[in-house]
């Protein structure tokens, strides 16, 4: 007796709740689709512009990063030159021999700056 209770129960077909008539469904449907629609193109241009905006940061971050290893180059040439020139005046202004500095004619050096950079 279960069993056929159970067969008959199984046998049956689910009912449709919350339908109130089928113009009225179908008026609410097109009008979910619509917003659902709607909401879909809205999510796709957002995560495009996410997107769009997380690679402009990492090409800017690549460039940054480029441009201070430059000037990071730079700041060491820079370093280094006036540690030279810094070393040559010293040896210059004592008027002592300096062996690093042996072979180097300063008057030919100062020649070649121009005269506004003196």
């Known amino acids: 007796m279960i069993l056929d ?3 008959d129960f199984f046998d049956m077909a689910p009912n449709k709740r919350g339908r109130r008539g089928v ?3 179908d008026d609410e449907d097109d009008e979910y689709r619509r917003k659902r629609d709607r909401n879909n193109e809205a999510v796709k241009k ?3 512009k996410t997107k769009q905006r997380t690679q402009e940061t990492f090409t800017r971050v690549n460039k940054l990063k480029a ?4 000037l990071e180059e730079k700041v060491k040439t820079l370093t280094k030159e006036l ?3 810094k070393e040559l005046f010293l040896a ?3 008027n002592t021999p300096n062996a690093k ?5 300063l008057d030919k050096l100062l020649e070649d700056i121009p ?4």
């Open 92 to 94: 210059h202004a004592s």
């Open 101 to 105: 500095f042996e072979g180097i004619d």
């Open 83 to 85: 540690q030279f020139l």
């Open 67 to 70: 441009e201070n290893q430059m």
């Open 23 to 25: 113009s009225d469904a």
């Open 115 to 118: 005269e506004d950079k003196k």
């Open 46 to 48: 957002s995560r495009f």
């Open 5 to 7: 209770e159970l067969e």
